[in-house]
């Protein structure tokens, strides 16, 4: 499966069927964790795979994962220090590992606002400093939603998504860029319209201008002051990265991540990162 394929594919799972993971995947998903350690900041991101059963029975009950988690045996969860942009760092690092998780048939779900970090972070051995943004279940999705997690799925707004005219612009933030015009980069843009975000608000905004992508955040007021530290859009942001940057590399498109702020017209979004092509 390509990383497009599995951008494609992959869908919040809240409901697991109750199979332990063979050997085979475990080994995949610990690949996984090695290897998607670095953000494109820099920050150094650890992964580890928790057993359900060695958590607290706080950390799986309502409120503790949604409320809404049914059947998970494993959990993907992290730390990183808590330095400028790491939120970032962790969203891209995190998502890779997803995406390779859908990529081995699994099912998976980010829980980055409202689980109890208890558990895992005693897991996790937290250092000093480090903190644990988002974790998520990984296993086999079950066959059929529970009716809590097809109205979850409902009030959150998970299988819409924001039209493209809402998202990406040009040389400002008034004039929509169409498919048409972003031509072979129609594609990496369809790839992060369609990533997973908390509460499904897509946060992210991107700019085109003179072959550089820039990328603002819409901030939603209140989210920074509900889950501090963890800068719950921050990590947003950072899976919109993983998912141009892969989906472009992946069809031919050359470009790397900078940050240096264009003065563009831009009104009350927050600039980010860039990212320019180089073909």
């Given at each position: 499966m390509t990383f497009i394929q599995a951008i494609e594919r992959r869908i919040s799972c809240r409901t697991y069927r109750q199979l332990p993971l063979e050997p085979e995947m475990i080994e995949g998903l610990a690949q996984a964790l090695l290897s998607n350690t670095k953000g494109p900041f820099g920050s150094?991101?650890?992964?580890?795979?928790?057993?359900?059963?060695?958590?607290?029975?706080?950390?799986?009950?309502?409120?503790?994962?949604?409320?809404?988690?049914?059947?998970?045996?494993q959990f993907i969860a992290g730390a990183v220090l808590d330095n400028p942009r790491a939120m970032e760092d962790y969203g891209y690092c995190m998502e890779k590992t997803i995406l390779a998780?859908?990529?081995?048939?699994?099912?998976?779900?980010?829980?980055?606002?409202?689980?109890?970090?208890?558990?895992?972070a005693g897991r996790m051995n937290l250092a000093e400093g480090e903190l644990l943004p988002a974790v998520s279940p990984v296993g086999y999705a079950s066959d059929q939603r529970s009716l809590r997690e097809r109205?979850?799925?409902?009030?959150?707004?998970?299988?819409?998504?924001?039209?493209?005219?809402?998202?990406?612009?040009?040389?400002?933030?008034?004039?929509?860029?169409?498919?048409?015009?972003?031509?072979?980069?129609?594609?990496?843009?369809?790839?992060?319209?369609?990533?997973?975000s908390a509460a499904n608000k897509q946060p992210?905004?991107?700019?085109?201008?003179?072959?550089?992508?820039?990328?603002?955040?819409?901030?939603?007021?209140?989210?920074?002051?509900?889950?501090?530290?963890?800068?719950?859009?921050n990590i947003d942001m950072g899976i919109a990265m993983c998912h141009f940057e892969l989906s472009a590399r992946e069809t031919g498109l050359d470009g790397g991540w900078t940050v240096e702020a264009p003065g563009i017209p831009s009104g009350d979004l927050e600039y980010r990162v860039s990212w320019i092509a180089t073909s």
């Open positions: 150094r991101v650890r992964f580890a795979l928790i057993r359900s059963d060695r958590l607290g029975r706080t950390e799986l009950r309502p409120p503790g994962t949604y409320g809404v988690i049914k059947g998970a045996r998780a859908t990529a081995m048939g699994l099912g998976t779900c980010w829980l980055g606002g409202t689980f109890h970090r208890t558990g895992f109205v979850f799925r409902f009030g959150a707004g998970s299988d819409r998504r924001k039209p493209w005219e809402d998202l990406f612009y040009e040389r400002g933030i008034v004039t929509p860029l169409t498919k048409d015009s972003a031509g072979r980069y129609a594609t990496p843009l369809e790839c992060v319209r369609i990533a997973p992210w905004r991107i700019i085109r201008d003179r072959g550089a992508y820039h990328l603002y955040l819409k901030r939603t007021p209140g989210y920074d002051r509900i889950f501090a530290p963890i800068r719950i859009q």
